[in-house]
Nanobody, 115 residues
């Protein structure tokens, strides 16, 4: 079993920055893909960013140039650096990791951007 603990959410003014962290623990040999998703009220959950074990990344168009996903394999931790935040980035952010083909989810952390 794998447990994920997220941190770093909060309230920030538009144009500000936040850094989310998600630490994995438990029965881990190695983590394959790590992702951040978000879900805003009244909207479906959407994939925000992905990073594979080798370091390759993917971003949804709306965050390109503003968000950076990174990982520390030694710490089994994934980060999401969010800059130039906009009100439309307000959502609950969830981390998700794949371990031997199984997906695990964090509990979510609220990010609120005030305009």
């Amino acid at each position: 079993q794998v447990q994920l603990v997220e941190s770093g959410g909060g309230l920030v003014q538009a144009g500000g920055s936040l850094r989310l962290s998600c630490a994995a623990s438990g029965s881990i040999f190695s983590i394959d893909t790590m992702r951040w998703h978000r879900q805003a009220p009244g909207h479906q959950r959407e994939l925000v960013a992905t990073i594979i074990r080798g370091g390759g990344t993917y971003y949804v168009d709306s965050v390109k140039g503003r968000f950076t996903i990174s990982r520390d394999n030694a710490k089994n931790t994934v980060y999401l650096q969010m800059n130039s935040l906009k009100s439309e980035d307000t959502a609950v952010y969830y981390c998700n990791v794949e371990v031997f083909g199984k997906n695990y989810w964090g509990q979510g952390t609220q990010v609120t951007v005030s305009s």
